[in-house]
């Protein structure tokens, strides 16, 4: 599957932002997808998964509370709202696609977006 993240920009402190990414190719459906996000020279840090049927649903403690992801498998797409964004959630963001059963390490992840830049300004 490939896929492609778009939704990225640069917002206020406090603001909310919705990621997309698009998935082509056969089987959608039959993966687990994951948001990650990247800081220069650091690894890529878990942030949501969600189920192939959008009903298990995961995130990281640093993201708990603040962004939702969603996915629509009709249109092939998973979502990421972020919501009261600070300015530590400066980063690029990547969707991604495993055929695990589970999907909380980048490892586990087969298929990446190319990302997206999220810039927070205080």
């Known amino acids: 599957v490939q896929l492609q993240a778009s939704g990225g920009g640069s917002v206020q402190a406090g603001d909310s932002l919705r990621l997309s990414c698009a998935a082509s190719?056969?089987?959608?459906?039959?993966?687990?997808m994951g948001w990650f996000r990247q800081l220069p020279g650091k690894e890529r840090a878990f942030l949501a998964t969600?189920?192939?049927?959008?009903?298990?649903?995961y995130y990281s403690d640093s993201v708990k509370g603040r962004f939702t992801a969603s996915r629509d498998n009709a249109k092939s797409t998973v979502y990421l709202h972020m919501n009261n964004l600070k300015p530590d959630d400066t980063a690029v963001y990547y969707c991604?696609?495993?055929?695990?059963?589970?999907?909380?390490?980048?490892?586990?992840?087969?298929?990446w977006g190319q990302g997206t830049l999220v810039t927070v300004s205080s």
């Open positions: 991604a696609a495993t055929t695990s059963i589970v999907g909380t390490q980048a490892t586990q992840y087969t298929s």
């Open positions: 969600i189920s192939r049927d959008g009903r298990g649903i």
């Open positions: 190719g056969y089987g959608f459906r039959g993966y687990r």
